[in-house]
């Protein structure tokens, strides 16, 4: 047994409306819309963005994705159009920038991520 990929979900109010932003935000459209309710973003093989419209728990999703190059990836991000945030320093080499989906949704970048510190 194992698992075989990973969904994160961002709940939103509006399909269609979070649907232009996320891929204003990723430079690219969805992968996939298996449903009016869902739009899929495949993020890496085995690991996907959900967009789902719930709008009684629109706005309270956190999503974290790690970057190759932080600064690269916020420039790209910004040259899209959308508003970013400073780029914090955490520990041991972590930096983190977030933005926010159209209902409040965060989405944070994280560079210098590793699996062991």
């Given at each position: 047994m194992r698992i075989?990929?990973?969904?994160?979900?961002a709940t939103?109010?509006?399909?269609?409306?979070s649907a232009r932003w996320y891929e204003q935000l990723?430079?690219?459209?969805?992968?996939?819309r298996p449903m009016d309710t869902l739009?899929?973003?495949?993020?890496?093989?085995?690991?996907?963005?959900?967009?789902?419209?719930?709008?009684?728990?629109?706005?309270?999703s956190?999503?974290?994705?790690?970057?190759?190059?932080?600064?690269a990836w916020m420039a790209a991000v910004a040259?899209?159009?959308i508003d970013t945030g400073a780029v914090a320093e955490?520990?041991?080499?972590?930096?983190?920038?977030s933005v926010s989906d159209p209902d409040g949704n965060t989405v944070t970048f994280i560079g210098g991520f590793r699996a062991v510190y």
């Amino acid at each position: 047994m194992r698992i075989e990929h990973v969904l994160a979900v961002a709940t939103v109010s509006s399909v269609e409306r979070s649907a232009r932003w996320y891929e204003q935000l990723f430079g690219r459209p969805p992968d996939n819309r298996p449903m009016d309710t869902l739009v899929e973003w495949r993020l890496t093989d085995a690991g996907w963005l959900q967009v789902f419209h719930d709008p009684d728990h629109a706005g309270s999703s956190f999503v974290n994705l790690t970057v190759d190059d932080l600064d690269a990836w916020m420039a790209a991000v910004a040259s899209r159009g959308i508003d970013t945030g400073a780029v914090a320093e955490a520990t041991r080499g972590v930096r983190l920038s977030s933005v926010s989906d159209p209902d409040g949704n965060t989405v944070t970048f994280i560079g210098g991520f590793r699996a062991v510190y």
